[in-house]
């Protein structure tokens, strides 16, 4: 079992930058598959990013060179940095985990995800 617990949210002028962290329970953090997923009013939840066992990052297209997703291990914490940020990156922000037995696999499904986080909220003003 894992819990997953967001934070760094907030409200931000377009062209700025926020760095979200999800800090995961347990003792065998090195074994997930992480995701980050986010949800705008009236829209489904949507891959942002994933980050692999072996650290192999896949990034949806209108976030790509923007957005960077990492690990830190020793902390059980992932983050998404994300900079230039645009009103349309508006949305409730959630991590996502799943135990790998590989450390190529990942997912931009989030039902394949097992474990959720409750969500940060991002506002990007014009």
């Known amino acids: 079992q894992v819990q997953l617990v967001e934070s760094g949210g907030g409200l931000v002028q377009a062209g700025g930058s926020l760095r979200l962290a999800c800090a995961a329970s347990g003792r065998t953090f090195s074994s997930y598959a992480m995701g980050w997923f986010r949800q705008a009013p009236g829209k489904e939840r949507a891959f942002v990013a994933a980050l692999s066992r072996g650290d192999n990052t896949y990034y949806v297209d209108s976030v790509k060179g923007r957005f960077t997703i990492s690990r830190d291990n020793a902390k059980s914490t992932i983050f998404l940095q994300m900079n230039s940020l645009k009103p349309e990156d508006t949305a409730a922000y959630y991590c996502?985990?799943?135990?790998?037995?590989?450390?190529?696999?990942?997912?931009?499904?989030?039902?394949?995800?097992?474990?959720w986080g409750q969500g940060t909220q991002v506002t990007v003003s014009a």
């Open positions: 996502a985990a799943k135990r790998s037995a590989f450390s190529s696999t990942w997912s931009s499904a989030a039902a394949w995800y097992d474990y």
